[in-house]
């Protein structure tokens, strides 16, 4: 069973940074795509960005791009989301899931549907 999970997770003020690290429990994170999503109260699951088996496949959600980088280091099988100038609608649970579809397009890599493992979630609020 493939386990992951996040830390990094906070309470910052606008403008301030962070880093979320998500350990995947496998030898071989190379053969998973990794997505970040983030779920705020009353509100659905979010994408927030993707990083594919190929480390140049990379998109993420408008909102974020600029602020946010999605980077892995296979060799530690971990998965990381550097948060910079934070805002206080980034405030939410943000959770990583895997998933191995071979040749994945933007599509199943932006949907929450088609990742299999998923964290437990770490919680970031932002005061303005």
């Known amino acids: 069973q493939v386990q992951l999970v996040e830390s990094g997770g906070g309470l910052v003020h606008a403008g301030d940074s962070l880093r979320l690290s998500c350990s995947v429990s496998?030898?071989?994170?190379?053969?998973?795509?990794m997505g970040w999503f983030r779920q705020a109260p009353g509100q659905e699951r979010q994408f927030v960005a993707y990083?594919?088996?190929?480390?140049?496949?990379?998109r993420y959600e408008e909102s974020v791009k600029g602020r946010f980088t999605i980077s892995r280091d296979d060799a530690k099988s971990t998965v990381y989301l550097q948060m910079n100038n934070l805002k206080p609608e980034d405030t939410a649970v943000y959770s990583c899931?895997?998933?191995?579809?071979?040749?994945?397009?933007?599509?199943?890599?932006?949907?929450?549907?088609?990742?299999?493992?998923w964290g437990q979630g770490t919680q970031v609020t932002v005061s303005s």
């Open positions: 990083i594919g088996r190929d480390v140049d496949n990379i």
């Open positions: 899931a895997a998933n191995v579809i071979p040749f994945a397009g933007v599509p199943d890599l932006m949907n929450s549907r088609k990742y299999t493992y």
């Open positions: 496998v030898t071989t994170l190379s053969r998973y795509n």
